[in-house]
């Protein structure tokens, strides 16, 4: 069974942070380049990170350059996005994904084969 979990959301204040995880099972992260997407209610699903496979290649969507950071840990076969200075328009339901080839647009949510179920992000005082 290929499965992707995402894990780690929940409530914050503005300015806040918050690290997600996304953990594989049924096949190796290794092979795939790894998308964060979100979605709010009402809006369109926006790509926010990307890690590249097989390099240290990193990409963010503008809204949130300096702000997220994407990793990987191989040997737990899990992929994180470590969140800071969060804002309320980050609010979200964020969601890891899978995609074989590179994604080409790199945020192009039907690229990305394997999804996970979501984790809820609420940023709010």
């Known amino acids: 069974q290929l499965r992707l979990v995402e894990s780690g959301g929940g409530l914050v204040q503005p300015g806040g942070s918050l690290r997600l995880s996304c953990a594989a099972s049924?096949?190796?992260?290794?092979?795939?380049?790894i998308g964060w997407f979100r979605q709010a209610p009402g809006k369109e699903r926006e790509g926010v990170s990307c890690?590249?496979?097989?390099?240290?290649?990193?990409n963010y969507a503008d809204s949130v350059k300096g702000r997220f950071t994407i990793s990987r840990d191989n040997a737990k076969n899990t992929v994180y996005l470590e969140m800071n200075s969060l804002k309320p328009e980050d609010t979200a339901v964020y969601y890891c994904?899978?995609?074989?080839?590179?994604?080409?647009?790199?945020?192009?949510?039907?690229?990305?084969?394997?999804w996970g179920q979501g984790t809820q992000v609420t940023v709010s005082s």
């Open positions: 049924g096949f190796n992260l290794d092979y795939y380049n």
């Open positions: 994904a899978a995609a074989i080839r590179a994604p080409n647009p790199l945020f192009r949510p039907s690229e990305y084969v394997h």
């Open positions: 890690s590249r496979r097989g390099s240290s290649s990193t």
